[in-house]
């Protein structure tokens, strides 16, 4: 089993930047990839990044691309989403998440979440 801990959400103004942390616990090994989803109220869950963590290959979504950066800590297995340029429309709940066998932008492949937290940005 894998735990997630999710950290560094908040409010924050347009145009500002934020970083979000998830670190691992129990079985870190078996992880392959780790990633991030958001969930704003009323919409699907969307893919943000994602991460090798035993390669430097990542992945990210449409939505974000040039706008986010995601890095690893392997030796913490810890990623990081570095955001930058925040929109209104980049508030939403933004889980983090472990697969064990896959490198993949879908969020059904991923076996392990956090709890979430939760991002504003105000306009």
């Known amino acids: 089993q894998v735990q997630l801990v999710e950290s560094g959400g908040g409010l924050v103004r347009a145009g500002d930047s934020l970083r979000l942390s998830c670190t691992a616990s129990?079985?870190?090994?078996?992880?392959?990839?780790m990633a991030w989803f958001r969930q704003a109220p009323g919409k699907e869950r969307e893919f943000v990044a994602t991460?090798?963590?035993?390669?430097?290959?990542?992945d990210y979504g449409d939505s974000v691309a040039g706008r986010v950066t995601i890095s690893k800590d392997a030796a913490k297995n810890t990623v990081y989403l570095q955001m930058h340029s925040l929109k209104p429309e980049d508030s939403a709940v933004y889980f983090c998440?472990?697969?064990?066998?896959?490198?993949?932008?879908?969020?059904?492949?991923?076996?392990?979440w956090g709890q979430g937290t939760q991002v504003t940005v105000s306009s």
């Open positions: 991460k090798s963590m035993q390669t430097e290959t990542e």
């Open positions: 129990g079985v870190t090994s078996s992880i392959l990839a």
């Open positions: 998440a472990a697969a064990s066998h896959v490198f993949s932008n879908a969020a059904g492949l991923y076996d392990y």
